[in-house]
């Protein structure tokens, strides 16, 4: 495998904008020049089922599934979702991680108990960024914009011009919220 191959796992719930970002994400780097493979892996993609997206770029990229032990950057919507899928970051990996809390329906069905301190869980496994995002997307009257600050904040572990990111979400996203999905991005980014 060529070292340029960047793995990238988005993963959250139904219904968080995990697809959308990884499009986003495969954009910016097919615009760079870059092969770019994406691939959606949904455990259940009814709200509050686990999604998975891999986004994995290079100057020649086989196959789009990441290996365990083989993502550079893991980007959560959601901790527990962070916590589930935190064996995929290399060990000098980073995992972006909206602090936030989406009960699976084994919590709210009293099958399982949500995780304590996942928090300082990630911090002990890998390199962990916490975002508030959802409280920032709250701040900004925009509460659906979570994903976009999230993007924002692991933009930075990723190489590419903030420019070019914010290019890319308004070709992206839907007209009416170009800006202020741009005004996540830029909160994101200066986190």
Do not use: C
């Amino acid at each position: 495998m060529n070292n340029m191959t960047k793995n990238i796992m988005i993963v959250g719930v139904g219904g968080q904008g995990t697809l959308l970002t990884s499009r986003i994400l495969g954009k910016l780097a097919t615009r760079a020049g870059y092969d770019v493979k994406l691939s959606e892996v949904h455990g259940m993609a009814q709200r509050g089922g686990s999604v998975v997206t891999f986004v994995r770029y290079g100057d020649n990229v086989a196959e789009p599934i990441v290996e365990e032990g083989q993502a550079d950057v893991l980007i959560a919507f959601e901790r527990l979702e962070a916590l589930r899928y935190i064996h995929f970051l290399k060990k000098d990996g980073s995992v972006i991680v909206n602090d936030w809390r989406i009960d699976p329906i084994t919590v709210v069905t009293g099958v399982a108990q949500y995780p304590e301190n996942i928090i300082r869980t990630l911090k002990e496994k890998r390199n962990t960024i916490v975002v508030e995002a959802t409280e920032e997307a709250k701040k900004l009257g925009a509460p659906r914009t979570f994903n976009v600050i999230v993007l924002g904040a692991a933009a930075k572990y990723m190489g590419f011009d903030k420019e070019d990111w914010l290019d890319v979400i308004e070709t992206t996203v839907p007209p009416k919220t170009i800006e202020i999905n741009k005004k996540a991005f830029e909160i994101g980014y200066n986190l």
